[in-house]
């Protein structure tokens, strides 16, 4: 029988990546693109030709485009792109507003006022969910491993203008740092948040969710450790939710007995108190 030909995984955990304009560059461009190669660690080449092209000539994995008005990151040899977007975070302030809820929020039984760390930021829409439950009395911290993410989501959440302004406002009070959570977490002080909260990516992808494939293919996928929750537990002062994909073997290996399913949907969240 002919051997399966199997697709390459889209991620490698540290693409080569560089960085160029539009075809139509600017003085002020080229000044971003430098910008952005120096927090990305990557070099910042002048556009010529296809963006294919330029990967190959600089043996490069992915480039981010610079333009007037938009930041797009891609990945030409398969189809990648990526770049910041609030996702369904605004749909999901819609229903709380209509008094359908949200799960995730139910989950951390999340209240205004109250500081959580998200250790898994990623595009930010759980954030932005958690931001508007927290009002501005609240605080909400986000953790990144992967730099393009971190550094799109950094700059997503300061400059992206949604047509609501009351949105816009909650993508300006979210703070994110580019970290490793199991870095971060020891260095937080005891109790110094109210809910520790993280949403790794999920072995099985859940199929509709299309918006989400170019997150997952550049994420970090390794998933939360004993030690991890150990640390968080350390670090909430009410409760650490973890979010899964129903059917997870991580409650068990976590020895997580407390868990919230949502029956609309495959998901779980795990919850453990300290
Ligand atoms: C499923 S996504 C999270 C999506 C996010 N909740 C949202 O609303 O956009 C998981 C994210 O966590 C990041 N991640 C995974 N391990 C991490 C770690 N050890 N430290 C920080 N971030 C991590 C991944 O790179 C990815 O961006």
Not at 95 to 100: L, Q
Not at 106 to 121: I, K, N, S
Request: glycine fraction near 6%.
């Amino acid at each position: 029988m002919a051997p399966r030909l199997v697709a390459a995984p889209l991620c490698r955990m540290n693409p080569t990546i560089i960085v160029t304009t539009s075809r139509r560059s600017s003085q002020e461009l080229w000044r971003q693109a430098e910008q952005w190669a120096q927090r990305l660690g990557a070099r910042a080449v002048a556009r010529q030709g296809s963006l294919a092209h330029l990967c190959e000539q600089y043996d490069a994995d992915g480039v981010l485009t610079i333009t007037d008005d938009r930041l797009v990151y891609r990945e030409p040899a398969s189809g990648l792109e990526y770049f910041f977007h609030p996702g369904m975070a605004k749909v999901r302030i819609h229903n709380i507003e209509a008094g359908r809820g949200d799960p995730m929020i139910a989950a951390m039984q999340l209240r205004p006022g109250d500081e959580l760390l998200d250790c898994t930021v990623g595009r930010a829409s759980d954030a932005i969910v958690a931001a508007y439950v927290a009002d501005p009395q609240g605080r909400i911290l986000g953790l990144e491993k992967v730099p393009v993410i971190a550094q799109l989501t950094i700059h997503g959440l300061a400059t992206y203008e949604d047509s609501s302004r009351k949105v816009t406002e909650l993508l300006r009070r979210i703070e994110v740092v580019q970290a490793d959570y199991n870095d971060y977490l020891p260095t937080c002080a005891t109790a110094s948040f109210d809910i520790v909260y993280f949403d790794p990516v999920f072995h099985e992808p859940v199929e509709k969710s299309e918006p989400m494939k170019p997150l997952r293919a550049l994420a970090d996928k390794a998933t939360v450790t004993a030690e991890a929750l150990q640390q968080a537990l350390r670090v909430a002062r009410r409760r650490v939710v973890i979010k899964q994909r129903y059917g997870t073997p991580l409650w068990d290996q976590l020895g997580i007995t407390q868990v919230l399913s949502s029956s609309s949907s495959r998901i779980e969240y795990g919850i453990a108190e300290p």
